[in-house]
């Protein structure tokens, strides 16, 4: 079974620049969430999405945002970049919802996309 | 709100050295709790994990017991191996099906194991 996947891997962009990070989640999670990751400030919560809405929210400003599809792949944009936006980008799936399985709050993690703005 | 909280790191230690990184929560009701670990540029992967009171994870050595009355959750492991420097993550999800996918980390303790 393939696990979860994100593109690009690795990025540059520059100051004011927006971008897109994608996400596939492992086939028949239907949730996908965002976290961003930082020396400074740890992992922290972006968003989560589940049958293409957004559920959760965390406390980033409207220049963060996402959105997910009917076949439950997600990306997020950052639109006018800052130097504070570097950082590594994770998405991660659960089967929350699945028939059948138990919802324990497990999480399964890509590799991430690493962002650095210059 | 939720928080967790971990020993600060880094940890050293040497091969075949006792494990222990401490780890504390604050949550309402019975969050389920969470160990990952993340390897040197890879994502974060699940090492153990336990759902409810006295309930132990154990993965690869590693164990971990969910006490409720000292609201704890501490990773440990008898025997670590070079291959064990990580840096490690506890992490609760308040309630999953309300709450969804919604993870709270604590800072992460760097692990370091030499030869």
């Known amino acids: 079974k393939a696990g979860v996947t994100q593109t690009p891997r690795y990025l540059i962009k520059t100051r004011g620049q927006q971008v897109t990070l994608s996400c596939s989640p492992i086939s028949g999670h239907r949730s996908v969430s965002w976290y961003q990751q930082t020396p400074g400030q740890g992992l922290q919560f972006l968003f989560e999405?589940?049958?293409?809405?957004?559920?959760n929210k965390g406390n980033f400003p409207g220049r963060f945002s996402g959105r997910q599809f009917s076949n439950s792949r997600s990306e997020m944009n950052v639109s006018t970049l800052e130097l504070g936006d570097s950082a590594l980008y994770l998405c991660?799936?659960?089967?929350?919802?699945?028939?059948?399985?138990?919802?324990?709050?497990?999480?399964?993690f890509g590799e991430g996309s690493r962002l650095t703005v210059l | 709100g939720d928080s967790v909280t971990q020993m600060e790191g880094p940890v050293t230690l040497s091969e075949e050295a006792f494990l222990t990184i401490n780890c504390t929560y604050t949550?309402?009701?019975?969050?389920?709790l969470f160990w990952y670990v993340q390897y040197p540029g890879e994502g974060l992967q699940l090492l153990l994990k336990?759902?409810?009171?006295?309930d132990k994870g154990s993965n690869k050595g590693f164990e971990a017991t969910y006490r409720k009355e000292t609201t704890s959750f501490h990773l440990e492991k008898g025997s670590v191996q070079v291959s064990d420097s990580a840096v490690y993550f506890c992490a609760l999800n308040q309630a999953p099906e309300t709450s969804g996918s919604r993870l709270t980390f604590g800072e992460g303790t760097q692990l370091t194991v030499n030869p």
């Open positions: 949550a309402t009701g019975y969050p389920s």
């Open positions: 991660a799936s659960t089967s929350l919802g699945l028939a059948g399985t138990k919802d324990t709050g497990e999480l399964f």
């Open positions: 999405y589940f049958s293409e809405t957004q559920r």
């Open positions: 336990a759902t409810k009171a006295d």
